[in-house]
């Protein structure tokens, strides 16, 4: 009976250890994933900003060729002329209203 109780406990130490090296294996794979996923929140988060300011770049560049006479920016640029002309309407509207 107590060579019994003393196997019982050597495989549940054996099985202790075994979820110890377990765990403490995964903590490392986890401080690593999480750390790979900060590094790769940066990355994602520099390439949006460079795609961010590449769409600006385009949208100017579209706006300077349609200035420039291009025939096919002609559309983009009467658009751009009539969302100022609203703005500067839209000001002028809050301007009276305030009663400047």
Do not use: T
């Not at 060579?3 to 110890?20: A, C, T, W, Y």
């Not at 590449?54 to 560049?61: D, G, T």
């Amino acid at each position: 009976m107590l060579q019994e109780l003393e196997n019982n406990f050597s495989e549940l130490e054996k099985k202790v250890l075994s979820l110890q090296k377990s765990h403490q294996n995964l903590s490392e794979m986890f401080s690593d994933l999480n750390k790979e996923h900060n590094e790769l929140k940066v990355k994602y988060d520099a390439e949006r900003k460079k795609n961010q300011v590449l769409a600006e770049e385009q949208k100017n560049i579209k706006l300077y060729s349609a200035i420039s006479g291009n025939p096919e920016h002609n559309r983009l640029m009467k658009n751009h002329i009539n969302r100022l002309v609203k703005e500067v309407d839209f000001c002028i509207a809050q301007l009276q209203n305030s009663g400047l």
